[in-house]
């Protein structure tokens, strides 16, 4: 049973710069969730998808965006792209009834 | 509004010995709590969760968690602690309602040496 997986591992971008993340969630799951894990930090939830519809959303700027396809996979985009968007970010898949997340290894972004 | 606050931010051990991660929240609902681990440039993996169903909650790799309401904590434990259990901890609290985001705190590095 595959977890969750995310693409690619590492990702380093300049600034003004548009970037895409992927997701694929675990098997089974409908939800998924993105989280910034800036570092030395813990995570911060930017938003949450499901039924291809963005249901909930952390304190992140417009520049943030999200799309789920109807296989449940999903991406992050980050446009205008800042120093300060360098970070970890992970992936997190879930059922929507229930509120446990496993979350993938992670894109590690390096914004110069 | 949900938070939780982690009284550590580092904790060494010696090898074998007992493990103590402090952890409070605070949570206007009845919240779910659970600790995640993060080994060194790894994604975050689930140690255990709690939801009401009993308040001492056991986990992956000896590790246990207690609730105790009337002092808001969720303590996370190991009787004898092992080189690999280095890592960073986060406890984490979610409001039990569907969907809902994760409020993480800010970590603790546990560090084991022999």
């Known amino acids: 049973d595959a977890g969750v997986t995310q693409s690619p591992t590492h990702l380093i971008k300049t600034r003004g710069q548009q970037v895409t993340l992927r997701c694929s969630p675990k098997?089974?799951?409908?939800?998924v969730s993105w989280y910034q894990q800036a570092l030395g930090q813990g995570p911060q939830f930017i938003f949450q998808?499901?039924?291809?519809?963005?249901?909930q959303r952390g304190n992140f700027p417009d520049r943030f965006s999200g799309h789920q396809f109807p296989n449940y996979s999903s991406e992050l985009n980050v446009n205008a792209l800042l120093l300060g968007d360098s970070a970890l970010y992970l992936c997190?898949?879930?059922?929507?009834?229930?509120?446990?997340?496993?979350f993938g290894p992670g894109t590690r972004l390096t914004v110069l | 509004a949900q938070s939780v606050t982690q009284l550590d931010s580092h904790v060494s051990v010696s090898e074998g010995t007992p493990v103590l991660l402090r952890c409070n929240y605070s949570?206007?609902?009845?919240?779910?709590l659970f600790w995640y681990v993060q080994h060194p440039n790894k994604g975050l993996q689930l140690l255990l969760k709690?939801?009401?169903?009993?308040?001492l909650v056991k986990g992956i790799n000896g590790f246990e968690a207690e609730f105790k309401k009337s002092e808001t904590s969720f303590h996370l434990t190991k009787p004898s602690a092992h080189m690999s259990d280095a890592a960073e901890y986060f406890c984490?609290?979610?409001?039990?309602?569907?969907?809902?985001?994760?409020?993480f705190g800010k970590g603790t590095t546990l560090s084991v040496s022999s």
């Open positions: 984490v609290v979610s409001a039990h309602q569907a969907g809902t985001a994760l409020i």
């Open positions: 709690y939801t009401s169903a009993a308040t």
């Open positions: 998808y499901y039924e291809e519809e963005e249901r």
């Open positions: 997190a898949s879930s059922l929507r009834e229930a509120d446990t997340q496993y």
């Open positions: 098997s089974g799951h409908d939800t």
């Open positions: 949570s206007s609902y009845s919240p779910s």
